[in-house]
């Protein structure tokens, strides 16, 4: 939540005092200035912290922007990493920023709205994760990886109408991945 979630109800100072109180008594915590949550406690782990994508998701929905995950948590989304990137970058058409959650960043990189054209998220995120690596660093266990993502989640319609909003060297490797599936 955010100190602007109070404002309608009572004046921004206020508001302030109201949930730096509560900060105090442990009733919500504060993950960076301006921004809290309710916190949920685990026997064995203790206070759990919300994850990069439930606070981008917040930020995005109180801003009315849309958000895309790019580069190395891409790839990590779509199971082609095993590494939890420190810090996590999102393309926006908002505000351009930094937040710092404990050692974590998550960074909102302003983009053109042909980038956040995609409709369909894991679309999206293939073309992300694709770009990250790179056409000359693409090998046989990403597409297997790849193909079997395309496999469970069977929407091969949608892809196919959104990957047209991808570079040339992506469009053609989804969909040789799509008429390779087709063929099996």
Avoid: C
């Avoid at 309608?8 to 200035?33: C, F, I, P, S």
């Amino acid at each position: 939540m955010f100190i602007d979630d109070f404002i309608g109800d009572y004046d921004y100072e206020t508001a302030r005092k109201v949930l730096q109180r509560l900060h105090n008594n442990d009733q919500l915590m504060r993950l960076t200035r301006g921004i809290y949550y309710i916190p949920k406690r685990d026997e064995l782990v203790g206070v759990i912290i919300p994850s990069a994508d439930q606070i981008a998701e917040a930020i995005a929905k109180r801003d009315k922007a849309r958000i895309l995950p790019t580069g190395s948590y891409a790839l990590y989304k779509l199971g082609l990493s095993t590494q939890v990137p420190m810090n996590v970058v999102y393309l926006t058409d908002g505000s351009a920023r930094k937040v710092q959650v404990g050692n974590q960043k998550i960074t909102f990189r302003k983009t053109s709205p042909k980038n956040l054209a995609v409709t369909h998220r894991l679309t999206a995120l293939i073309i992300q994760g694709l770009k990250e690596l790179g056409e000359q660093n693409i090998d046989p266990s990403h597409l297997v990886t790849l193909k079997d993502i395309i496999n469970k989640a069977g929407e091969n319609i949608q892809i196919i109408e959104n990957i047209r909003y991808a570079p040339v060297w992506i469009q053609k490797v989804v969909l040789n991945m799509l008429k390779d599936l087709e063929n099996e």
